[in-house]
Nanobody
């Protein structure tokens, strides 16, 4: 069982930056690949970024590639999402998730545990 708690969301102007954190409980955190998804109002939850259990492989959606960076600290049981050059279309609730699956980390159904989400609002 993995319990995930996101933090770091807030209101920021376009062009600004935020760093989201996701703290995980449990001693098996390093066994899980981790992902970030987001859900804007009236839209489906979509993939943002993912990182392998070791941190050696990272994956990004086309819409955030080059602006967002996912990282993890297994000693702290925490995964991060550094978001730069934010745009109004990045406004959404951001969720972190844990997956025991190695492949296909862009697929929402491959994740076993989810956090409660943190709101990110980007003003124009």
């Amino acid at each position: 069982q993995v319990h995930l708690v996101e933090s770091g969301g807030g209101l920021v102007q376009a062009g600004g930056s935020l760093r989201l954190s996701c703290a995980a409980s449990g001693r098996t955190f390093s066994s899980y690949a981790m992902g970030w998804f987001r859900q804007a109002a009236g839209k489906e939850r979509e993939f943002v970024a993912a990182i392998s259990w070791s941190g050696g492989n990272t994956y990004y959606s086309d819409s955030v590639n080059g602006r967002f960076t996912i990282s993890r600290d297994n000693a702290k049981n925490t995964v991060y999402l550094q978001m730069n050059a934010l745009k109004p279309e990045d406004t959404a609730v951001y969720y972190c998730a844990a997956s025991i699956v190695i492949d296909n980390l862009r697929i929402r159904d491959n994740y076993d545990y989810w956090g409660q989400g943190t709101q990110v609002t980007v003003s124009s």
